[in-house]
């Protein structure tokens, strides 16, 4: 039986033990759907996609959102999430879930930074 105690190692939280079940298609589609409607507070472009982010800790608490062009037009919504997120945040088993893809080039600058 999938999912059951016996298929997880003596010790290890499942689902419903306090902890989000990683890779459950309903936690998932929750948080997308709340990037979807985040995505809907994108002020117009017409050169650029409106794109939603969520940014969820491993305990399922969300620990901060963003969205395209919220503060710049230049803004990405993950940046803003994660810019949000600051120092110390909780990122260690987090999950940000964004309603596109994040853009390569973006990607690419951020290794390119100095940090």
Same mark, same amino acid.
């Given at each position: 039986m999938s999912g059951s105690s016996r298929d997880r190692p003596a010790g290890a939280a499942g689902p419903g033990a306090g902890q989000p079940a990683r890779g459950d298609a309903g936690t998932d589609y929750r948080w @997308?759907?709340?990037a979807i409607e985040l995505s809907r507070r994108c002020p117009p472009s017409r050169s650029a996609f409106?794109?939603?982010a969520v940014l969820v800790a491993a305990d399922? *608490?969300?620990i901060a959102t963003g969205y395209s %062009?919220? %503060?710049d037009p230049h803004d990405h &919504?993950?940046?803003? /999430? @994660?810019?949000k997120a600051g120092p110390g945040a909780r990122l260690?088993?987090?999950? @940000?879930? *964004?309603s596109l893809e994040p853009? &390569? &080039?973006? &990607?690419?600058? /951020?290794? @390119? %930074?100095?940090?």
């Open positions: @997308l759907s709340e409106s794109v939603g399922g *608490s969300v %062009r919220e %503060r &919504a993950e940046e803003v /999430a @994660l810019g260690a088993g987090a999950t @940000l879930y *964004s853009c &390569a &080039a973006r &990607a690419v600058n /951020a290794h @390119l %930074r100095p940090g």
